[in-house]
């Protein structure tokens, strides 16, 4: 039995005192394809590197790849972004630009590839997939716990190649009426600690339509202190039958 | 939980360098042979700091405000050690530090061509400091000048992080018993905690440093046992970092550093300005 996905939301929020243009965070889908990318805020031109990977995966189709496959993707990225750079070290940049430039830029990545009847998932640092099917969680990749975020994720480079250990793969079946959620790493911190308190916070990420009521949530959460100020990206799909 | 407030350009946090540029810190490092004199070497060592900072709040072509930065030289005469468009001010943001060195020197230096060899690369080295050595030591009156401007500076930003006082000096005082100032220096505080006062000796003799110790029992002496109380203990994070660049570090370790060379004085000042993830 076949099945596509439908999209429900894909939205993404700025931290708190930031505008929305400095937001480091980017999203990107495509019909099966979906990513969202995090871009680190030590980094400078972060949101550039994260919207290359986010953009670049789902132009293409990553259903049948193995790690050597998403290995050589990340290579194709790090050429786009070198060409970027150089673009733009043709102009009179400040000293500090250029210092900050030759450090490169770095984001944690997720990208979900649909075929028919699985999903697979490609990792690289704390955003997550978040996968709720007859009203519980069936999966949380690439982490599980609360306690696990906050320690040095490794990130994908934009000059540097990826360590093989910081690559995670995973696949599964997809299964209609399943709701899949890529996540950045704040709102997957604040779902799994939900989680962990007996909460049931997949009932809220199903109430958001809109970027008002993404806004919304985040406002709130964020004020009640359970959701650290942070940039914050969420892409809902649900499967469906074909 | 103290030390835990967000650093943001809306509650930026500061840190202000006292440096001593008395008569003997032109001589060497003990046991250097680079002919430089420990006010050129610490020169050095502030610019880069002061560079470290600026890239670390740079986005794109801007910088932003995170830090407030203030120097002060002392010796034979006590002043706010940055020039130019900066002169004059207890505290300058980031970046305006950024936009105003002095001078931007040509330097060179090696780095790999990607082929296994190493080829030459032209970089420019901000300079906003210069070094300067002669007269005494009044460490009492630039403390007393730090302990004013961290106080006003607090009492302008009481949601932001505690101001961090850096004092490098390579001698004793010449004016007093320093410690009642470095307690005033230290009672400083922002809702989110008390200014923290860290001391970088730097070495006169090649005896070997001492780096974050707990106690005076590992000091060799009442000057070094003097600055290990005027200096903060350090804080959980800032003991992690440090451990986690392989000092042992134990619950009383302070920032204080006693006969640094040039290598531990860059280490601690590295160590001593981290601060956690910028928002």
Known sequence: MAIRPVTRFAGTLPKAGNAEAECEDAFCLAGSQLAIADGASEGSYSQVWAGILARAFCDDDAAGWQEAEFFSWIEACQREWSTWERDLAQKDLPWFTRDKLRQ?????????????????????????LLIIRDDAVAESFPIERSDDFGNLPSLIASTRPVLDHALQVRTGEALPGDRLYLVSDALACWFLTGLENGERPWDLLATIVSDADLASLVSSERQQGR????????????IADD | MPYSAEVSRATPSCFLFVIDQSGSMSDPFAGSSTGRSKAEELADVI????????????????????????????????????????????????????????????RNRKVPDGAGGLVDQNFQFPVWFDPVHSGGTPMCEALGR???????????????????????????????????????????????GPACLYNL???????????????????????ARLLFAMSTPLQDRIRREAAAEGYAVSDGSRGFAFNADLVEAIRFIDIGTRVSGLR
């Open chain 2, 201 to 223: 000796h730097l070495s006169s003799t090649a005896a070997k440093p001492i780096t974050f110790p707990a106690s005076e029992s590992e000091l060799p002496d009442e000057f």
């Open chain 1, 227 to 238: 959701l650290r100020n942070d940039d914050v990206t969420l892409v809902a799909i649900e």
């Open chain 1, 104 to 128: 490169g830029a770095f984001a944690a990545f997720i990208g979900l590839a649909l075929s028919a009847s699985e999903w697979h998932a490609f990792a690289c640092g704390d955003c997550c």
């Open chain 2, 146 to 192: 730090a302990k004013s401007a961290v106080e006003s500076w607090a009492a302008g930003h009481m949601t932001s992080y505690p101001p961090t006082v850096i004092h490098v000096t390579d001698g004793e005082s010449t004016d007093g018993d320093p410690s009642p100032v470095a307690q005033q220096i230290r009672a400083v505080a922002t809702a989110d």
């Open chain 2, 47 to 106: 610019n880069r700091l002061l560079q470290t900072l600026v890239t670390r709040c740079a986005k794109g072509e801007e910088v932003r405000d995170y830090f407030d930065v203030g120097v002060i030289g002392y010796g034979q005469s006590l002043g706010h050690g940055l020039q130019g468009p900066l002169a004059g001010r207890d505290f300058v943001p980031i970046s305006q530090i950024a936009f105003n060195p002095v001078r931007l020197e040509s």
